[in-house]
């Protein structure tokens, strides 16, 4: 079964850390570029940030960058995404997603994606 699996998701204080990882299972994650998207309660689904297939190219939203830093290990056919210095405001279900599109200095959008997981919920608060 072709599947993409998050974890690391949990509740954290304002300025604290997380890892989120991703790993896929029934495909090899190497021919994909790999896209982290969020959604917070009653908002749309945002990207958050994407890597190239090598993992030699990122690219982020201008909310995250300099907090957030997206990785791969194809060896381990998972993507992880270092989350620090988070606020409230990254509250959210946070997805993976796998594509065969890159884009330099941008990242695909959501309907470009061909594997996406089912979410795992990320909560700053005190």
């Known amino acids: 079964q072709l599947q993409l699996v998050e974890s690391g998701g949990g509740l954290v204080q304002p300025g604290g850390s997380l890892r989120l990882s991703c790993a896929a299972s029934?495909?090899?994650?190497?021919?994909?570029?790999i896209s982290w998207f969020r959604q917070a309660p009653g908002k749309v689904r945002e990207g958050v940030s994407c890597?190239?297939?090598?993992?030699?190219?990122?690219n982020y939203a201008d909310s995250v960058k300099g907090r957030f830093t997206i990785s791969r290990d194809n060896a381990k056919n998972t993507a992880y995404l270092q989350m620090n210095s988070l606020k409230p405001e990254d509250t959210a279900v946070y997805f993976c997603?796998?594509?065969?599109?890159?884009?330099?200095?941008?990242?695909?959008?959501?309907?470009?994606?061909?594997?996406w997981g089912k979410g795992t919920l990320v909560t700053v608060s005190s």
């Open positions: 997603a796998a594509g065969r599109i890159w884009y330099t200095g941008t990242c695909a959008t959501q309907g470009l994606m061909d594997y």
């Open positions: 029934g495909f090899t994650l190497d021919k994909y570029a």
């Open positions: 890597i190239s297939f090598s993992g030699s190219n990122t």
